[in-house]
C-alpha cells in the first residue's frame, strides 16, 4: 500500500467515525427528556341568542382551548396568551393561575407547571368580544399547535394485533434490507 491509500483510509475512517458520532448525539437528544407543549381547539361554536325586545340577538360563543404536554418533563411557567382579555374563562381540572395583561395589551393566563403527558383545557365563554389566541408556552419555548381530530377507539385486543402486524412487518423489511446488503456486497466481492 502507499502513503496516498494508508492516507485516504485514515482519511474515509475519521469521516466515519465523525458520522457515527454525530448519529449517536442525534439519538441521545431526541431520548433526551424534555418539555413538549402542544395545543389545539377541539370545541369552538357561537349562539345567536334572541332577546325579547332587543333587535338584535346575543352573540355568545364558547370554546375551548387544550394543552397537553407530551414530553417527559415538567413545562414551567406555562403561558397561554389571547390578544385580549376573554370575557369569562375556567380551566380544567381546577387549578391555581396568575394573570397580567402584557405591555402590548395581550392577555397572559400563566400556570406554575404542566406535568409529563398532562392535560389543561381552557373553558372560554365570550359575549362582548370573541378571544384570538396569540400562542401558548413555556420556559422551553413555544408551543406547537397540532391537528385534531376525533377517531374511533378500536377494543384493545384490536389494537394489539394491530402493533403486532406493525413490528412483525418491521422485522420483515430489516431482513430483507439485510439480504439486500449482503448480496450486493457479495456481487461486489467485498464478502
Known sequence: MSGTELLSDKVIGWIISGLISLVFWLIQRWLE?????????????????????????????TSTLTVQNLGR??????????????????????????????PDGTHVITVESLGPKEVLQVQVLSHVRSPVLVGVRSKDGPGKSIRFQVFRVYPRAVTLFLQLCMVVGAFFILYWIVRAVLFISRANGML
Open 33 to 61: 427528556p424534555g418539555s413538549k407543549l402542544a395545543y389545539w381547539v377541539p370545541h369552538d361554536f357561537r349562539f345567536d341568542m334572541p332577546i325579547q325586545g332587543q333587535p338584535a340577538p346575543l352573540a355568545i360563543q
Open 73 to 102: 418533563k415538567s413545562a414551567e411557567a406555562v403561558e397561554i396568551v389571547h390578544g385580549t382579555k376573554p370575557d369569562h374563562f375556567q380551566l380544567h381540572p381546577r387549578r391555581d393561575y396568575e394573570e397580567h395583561q402584557a
